[in-house]
């Protein structure tokens, strides 16, 4: 059980947020190293389409963690640091003749740094959850190039989990909200995953999630900062994708992918991932 459980808590660890109602037993520490590349992508969702008057490739090097406080209640964390580069950028303002494009420049730095509680309410067959995350105004802005490495804003999450493991299968579900200060507008969450083990070692994973704005936030985005399209306002989409798990025993290693069916003001490019995870 301990290891369906560790496997089941990981489900959604290849995403910015675990969504998963399982919580770690009382005392044990779960970590999961992960890198998701967005790559050389100049084309975001709108009400028309447009672009980003360049390239971008958004890249995240992330520490995702649950502790069990005790066998109902886990502590929740997230560390990302981001790496955003962006090339072949020209600003449509500016009259120029022949290469208007300036030199391509990049930014490390981290993004919104996160930390909630999750506790398990019911547990009886399908397992029911509760989980709130804060999300901290830790990233950064370059006013000169437009790269934003997170919401300039806190955001907190209040959240509805629920699951049920059919032995060899499993679905789970959540349902919420993004409550963001500054101006920036909140939304509405939901989304869902099934999957199951396909060999003795390895799980395989289908899920859907969709984001939408409540469009009840006015902050004023810098103009650079909307031509890159980072951490704008009013971001929203519905997404579907894939996710397999090697896992050995405590040890193991996962990878996904993901893409858009719709969306505003966010990438028209797939986002792969791929992680190592223990529990200690």
């Known amino acids: 059980m301990k290891k ?20 770690k037993e009382k005392g044990d520490l779960f970590i999961n ?11 975001l969702f709108g009400d028309s389409d447009y672009n980003t008057r360049g390239n971008i490739t958004d890249r995240t090097y992330q520490i995702y963690g649950e502790y069990g406080l005790t066998d109902k209640t886990s ?17 449509p303002a500016i009259d120029c003749i022949g290469d208007c494009s300036k030199p391509a420049s990049s930014k490390t730095t981290f993004g919104n ?14 397992v029911l959850s509760g989980q709130l995350l804060s999300e901290i105004n830790t990233s950064s802005y370059d006013e000169n190039t437009g790269i934003r490495t997170g919401y300039d804003a806190f955001t907190f999450t209040p959240q509805l989990l629920a699951g049920k493991s059919f032995g060899k299968t499993f679905l789970q579900t959540h349902i919420g909200a993004d409550l963001r200060t500054n101006d920036y507008s909140s939304n509405f969450k939901i989304g869902g995953e099934f999957g199951g ?11 859907i999630d ?9 902050v004023n985005i810098p103009t650079n900062n909307s031509f890159t399209g980072l951490y704008v306002n009013d971001q929203e989409y519905g997404a579907y994708g894939l996710k397999g798990i090697l896992q050995l025993c405590d040890l193991g290693i996962t990878a996904g992918f993901g893409n858009a069916f719709f969306g505003n003001n966010v990438a028209k490019q797939t986002a792969f991932t791929i992680g190592i995870f223990n529990t200690f």
């Open 113 to 126: 740094i996160q930390l909630g509680l999750k506790h398990q309410f019911y547990n009886n067959g399908w």
């Open 75 to 91: 502590l929740v964390f997230s560390v990302p640091l981001k790496s955003i580069k962006k090339s072949s950028f020209s600003n």
């Open 197 to 207: 083990k396909v060999t003795q070692n390895i799980w395989l994973i289908g899920y």
């Open 33 to 43: 190293f992960s890198y998701t590349t967005i790559s050389d992508y100049n084309e």
């Open 4 to 23: 369906i459980n560790t496997v089941l808590l990981l489900i959604l660890t290849t995403s910015l947020f675990a969504q998963s109602p399982w919580t």
């Open 210 to 218: 969709v984001v939408k704005s409540f469009e009840n936030g006015d």
